[in-house]
């Protein structure tokens, strides 16, 4: 099965790749926010945070409260599996359409 850190790094790749996009991983530590999600970015000026899970695994009750904090405010906040779910969300949101 496909590691975590494998999928954050295939989802960077592909978000990096979208003219007026800029995401990048957010580490854990001291100085973050417990729970916060995986991947932050913008593209064209809407911002997004994703959290990362291999698939069939969900995530902690922090990080969907986390998530729902920044939907809240307004940013395309998710839990995602694969590059293709990514994808779709930012088609369905209208922040990006069309191949690369």
Same mark, same amino acid.
């Given at each position: 099965?496909?590691?975590?850190?494998?999928?954050?790094?295939?989802?960077?790749?592909?978000?990096?790749?979208?003219?007026?996009c800029l995401a990048r991983k957010r580490w854990g530590g001291g100085l973050g926010?417990?729970?916060?999600?995986?991947?932050?970015?913008?593209?064209?000026?809407?911002?997004?945070?994703?959290? =990362?899970?291999?698939?069939? %695994?969900?995530?902690?009750? *922090?990080? @969907? #409260? !986390?998530l729902r904090e920044w939907a809240a405010a307004g940013a395309l906040a998710a839990? =995602?599996?694969?590059?293709? %779910?990514?994808?779709?969300? *930012?088609? @369905? #949101? !209208?922040?990006?359409?069309?191949?690369?």
């Amino acid at each position: 099965m496909t590691s975590e850190r494998a999928i954050v790094k295939a989802i960077l790749a592909y978000l990096n790749e979208i003219p007026g996009c800029l995401a990048r991983k957010r580490w854990g530590g001291g100085l973050g926010v417990a729970g916060d999600p995986d991947i932050t970015g913008c593209i064209c000026g809407h911002h997004f945070e994703f959290e =990362v899970k291999r698939p069939g %695994e969900r995530p902690t009750a *922090l990080q @969907e #409260r !986390r998530l729902r904090e920044w939907a809240a405010a307004g940013a395309l906040a998710a839990t =995602v599996t694969t590059v293709a %779910e990514v994808r779709s969300l *930012l088609e @369905e #949101r !209208r922040f990006f359409v069309g191949e690369l």
